[in-house]
């Protein structure tokens, strides 16, 4: 018998099933609780360092406090047992380490940077459950810590750094940290405007569906020689289809798909544009009479290109609202890519 088997050890289950970025955010839950209780957890933080984590891309600022409140309530009522065995049963192979990796961000102390030696035996315990080699849990600690002190560090360096600036015109203008573009904020704040950034890239989502992406990649003169031997259209297909879609999307969104690929080359425009179908990957949801949020259909459009020696992927998306049945998907794809080449239009490109 241990500490910890009221959690890792529970017979206890509950009806609904969590995915997989559902299971990440349910071990910070738990582990907060269990390092902090759950009267003095706090939602808002706790969503806003899970942010970070890549697995959220795909998350709005109130989907994830959302499904942060939603946890929070299921512990409450049926436990952390049971809140522990969805999450066991809803995380993948391919996120469990964002799992551990959730579990040890809540248990450094902010200073140090260290895990206290009264919270080591939970950790183990997680690590087990996880069935995680010692290994690999050693490698995520080490890999945290090493994340938050470069995030601390580029805190202090950009220290200066305004994302948001105003022109002469009164108008917001948001700037890449690396100063490679800069872009009119393309949303309204009354319809819940906001702006997701970090290191690599920016969005700009809002309540009504509206989706917004760049990101962004300098090219080193390898890869820029690596283009020039394989084609654009090769090298692009690569970038999109074989990585930035199952590691962006479809890891996220298991139903997610490829429908549609286009590549132009002309004297004015040269870019790769692939159409993606979401089953129930929206970034907004829609929500049954029980309260529970059911995420809508949507249709992704990506289109990457080559500027001043950096890489783009530019995205937008279209949810479909009450039943809303999409046209042809040469359609979808071309009213999306429209949307896209019109905001690319409004963003002014620098050399890095």
Known sequence: MTKYDYIFKSPEIIEESLNQEEAVAAIAVITTIVDSGIEDIDAESLADILWEFEIFDEYSEEEMLETIDRLIEIAEKTGL??????????????????????????????????????????????????????????????????????????????????????????????????????VPIPLDSEAGGRIQSQEGMVGFSDDLGTLLRIDYYPLSPEQIDDIEFQGEETYFHQILVDKYVPQAIISNVPGAEVKYTEYLQDSLERYYYVLVDMPKGSTISKHENNGNGIRLDAYRGLLSFVNSECLYIVSSQRSFLNGETPSSVKEEAEKIKQTILAFVKTIEFTEI
Do not use: C, H, R
């Not at 809803?90 to 961000?105: H, K, N, Q, R, W």
């Not at 069935?131 to 601390?152: F, H, R, S």
């Open 81 to 182: 047992g049971a809140l522990f065995n969805a999450a066991n049963a809803g995380i993948s192979d391919e996120v469990v380490l964002d799992g551990f990796a959730a579990g040890v961000i809540m248990l450094l102390e902010a200073e140090d940077l260290i895990i206290p030696a009264d919270k080591k035996p939970y950790l183990k315990e997680l690590q087990i459950a996880l069935e995680l080699e010692d290994e690999e849990a050693e490698e995520i600690v080490k890999e945290v810590i090493a994340a938050i002190e470069a995030g601390d560090e580029q805190e202090y360096i950009d220290e200066e750094y305004e994302p948001v600036i105003f022109n002469e015109s009164g108008e917001q203008i948001y700037q890449s940290p690396f100063g490679n573009f800069t």
